[in-house]
């Protein structure tokens, strides 16, 4: 099963990419917008996942409830 596009697969490196330029500059860290939101019909939670690392680990903001924050 394919969950991640790969134009939202692109943009989730492009924002690791971002963050990781930023650190090697000594810049902060940007504050990317989430890109994908991942969530478990049975729970009362969802991932709003920004970047995806070189070793495919999803990071991310994990909510409590199923609305995100604005």
Sequence with gaps: MILVTPELREQLCANDLARREAL???????????????????????RLTTELDEGGILFGLVTRNCNPPH
């Design 24 to 46: 090697r500059r000594g810049d902060p860290a940007p504050d990317p917008v989430p890109v994908v939101r991942f969530f478990n019909p049975v729970a009362a939670a969802a």
